[in-house]
Structure formats: C-alpha cells, structure tokens
C-alpha cells in the first residue's frame, strides 16, 4: 500500500502500467505483473520499485523519484494532513 492506494492504483496515476510489460513470461502488462506480485501473493519486498527497471526511480534522472515523492503526498494519497506533515519532515525529502 501506497497511502490510501494500493501499489497498482498509486502507479498507474504515474505510468501507463498497460503498455509496460510485464514479466514477458505469464503477465503481458506491468499492471498485472504488479497486481499478481503485489496484491495477490504479496511476494515482493516493499522496496522492489526502486530496482525495478521499468520505473527508472533509480535511473539517472531524478525526475521519475521526484514525481513519485510529490505523488505519494497527494490528498488522494494521502488523506491525513498529519501524516503528510511527518512525510514532508523524513530525512529522504530533505535531502532533495
């Protein structure tokens, strides 16, 4: 989860997760690649989207992190006004 949002809901207001692949074996789509690994077995370590390739949060530019940080303080995101204060105040934003 992501706020308010789970992990499918939270990306897909950042990227078209129908037109990224998936795992190119079962899933043709990041969205179901996600949905399988994130929602239904809920394998995956909370961090994989920083080394995920697909995102590029760890790429070069810093624009694909610094949209995501602005994104997960959104009000659909984040509903309580506490919780964003404390967010905007961790070492990580700082530091950007």
């Keep these: 989860m992501v706020g308010a949002l789970?992990?499918?809901?939270?990306?897909?207001?950042?990227?078209?997760?129908?037109t990224l692949e998936g795992d190119g074996y079962r899933r043709p789509t990041a969205r179901e690649d996600i949905w399988q690994h994130c929602i239904n077995n809920d394998?995956?370590?909370?961090?994989?989207?920083?080394?995920?390739?697909?995102?590029?949060?760890?790429?070069?530019s810093p624009q694909p992190l610094l949209n995501s940080l602005a994104e997960m303080l959104h009000p659909v995101v984040r509903r309580?006004?506490?919780?964003?204060?404390?967010?905007?105040?961790?070492?990580?934003?700082r530091v950007l």
């Design 80 to 93: 309580d006004p506490d919780e964003v204060e404390r967010l905007q105040g961790a070492d990580l934003l």
């Design 6 to 18: 789970d992990e499918v809901r939270f990306l897909e207001r950042l990227y078209d997760l129908d």
């Design 43 to 60: 394998d995956w370590l909370p961090e994989w989207v920083f080394t995920d390739a697909r995102f590029r949060l760890s790429g070069p």
